[in-house]
C-alpha cells in the first residue's frame, strides 16, 4: 500500500546524516528498528516500481507464450498431418516411379527383342532362295532315291571284283537299263558321297587307306557290302589299312604257312 508520496514524505528524513540504525540504536534501542524497517520500505518501492512493469509485461509474454504454444501445437498437428500425407505421396512417386521403370526396361527389352527379330527376319529372308532350291533338290532326292539305292546296290554287290574302268562301265549300262525302264536316277549322282562320308574317309586315310577313287570304292565295298570281301592286296595296302582300322576291335592275324594254322587244317 506504500505509495509515491509517502516515499517524498520520507525522503527528507532518509537524506539526514543522523537516520541511521546505529543513532537510532543509541536514542531509543527498542524502535530502531523502525528506523531500518522505513529505509527498507522506501528502498522496496523504488525497485518494486521497475519490477511492477517488469511483471506486468512478463504475465502479457506468458499470455502469448501460451497462444504462441497453442498456435505451435496446432501447426504441429497440422504438420504431422501434412507429413503423413506426404509420406503416404512420396511412398505412392516411388511406387510408380518403380513401375514407370519396370515398364521402361521391359521396352527395352522389347525393343532389343525386335531389332534382333528384325535382323533375324531381314537375315533369313536372303536364306528363301536357298531353302526353296534345296527343298526342290530334296524332292528330286526323293523322286530319285529309288534309282540311286539301285545304282549303289548293284555297285555294292557287282563291281568288287573290277578296276576303276569297268566299274563306270557297267555304271553306264545300269543307267542305260534304268531309262528303259524309266526308273528315275540322280544323274549326277556320287557314289562314294551316297555311301560314306569325307570324316569316315579321312579317318581311312588316317589308318593307311590311299586317297584315290578306287582304294575309296574298295573300303566302301569292305565295309558296306553284306558278303565278306577277298582282298588282292599286291601291295599289302589293304592289309595296312585293315589292321590299323579294326586294332581295337582285337583282330586276329594269320597266314596259310603259319604253324597253328596248318596243325588246325
Not at 504462441?68 to 500425407?85: S, T
Amino acid at each position: 500500500s506504500i505509495t509515491g508520496e509517502t516515499v517524498d514524505l520520507l525522503e527528507p528524513y532518509l537524506d539526514m546524516e543522523d537516520y541511521n540504525l546505529e543513532t537510532a540504536k543509541k536514542v531509543c534501542g527498542n524502535v530502531a528498528g523502525l528506523c531500518s524497517w522505513t529505509q527498507a520500505m522506501a528502498y522496496f518501492y523504488g525497485i518494486n516500481k521497475e519490477v511492477l512493469p517488469l511483471k506486468a509485461n512478463l504475465a502479457l509474454q506468458e499470455g502469448r507464450l501460451a497462444a504462441a504454444q497453442i498456435e505451435l501445437n496446432n501447426a504441429q498437428i497440422q504438420l504431422d498431418e501434412k507429413q503423413m500425407e506426404l509420406d503416404q505421396v512420396q511412398a505412392m512417386y516411388d511406387t510408380a516411379m518403380k513401375e514407370k521403370q519396370a515398364l521402361l526396361d521391359d521396352a527395352e527389352a522389347c525393343r532389343r527383342k525386335m531389332n534382333n527379330a528384325t535382323a533375324l527376319i531381314e537375315g533369313l529372308g536372303g536364306e528363301k532362295l536357298r531353302w526353296t532350291a534345296s527343298s526342290k533338290n530334296f524332292q528330286n532326292q526323293i523322286v530319285n532315291l529309288v534309282g540311286n539305292v539301285l545304282l549303289a546296290t548293284g555297285f555294292l554287290s557287282y563291281s568288287g571284283p573290277f578296276n576303276q574302268e569297268y566299274r563306270n562301265l557297267l555304271l553306264q549300262l545300269w543307267k542305260k537299263e534304268m531309262d528303259n525302264s524309266k526308273i528315275p536316277y540322280s544323274n549326277d549322282l556320287n557314289l562314294t558321297g551316297m555311301l560314306v562320308d569325307n570324316a569316315t574317309v579321312g579317318e581311312w586315310n588316317l589308318q593307311g587307306l590311299p586317297s584315290d577313287d578306287l582304294s575309296i570304292q574298295n573300303g566302301i565295298i569292305v565295309t558296306k557290302a553284306s558278303r565278306y570281301p577277298l582282298l588282292i592286296d599286291p601291295q599289302g595296302q589293304g592289309k595296312i589299312w585293315i589292321k590299323n582300322k579294326e586294332k581295337n576291335n582285337g583282330l586276329q592275324v594269320t597266314a596259310m604257312n603259319h604253324k597253328f594254322f596248318r596243325n588246325h587244317i
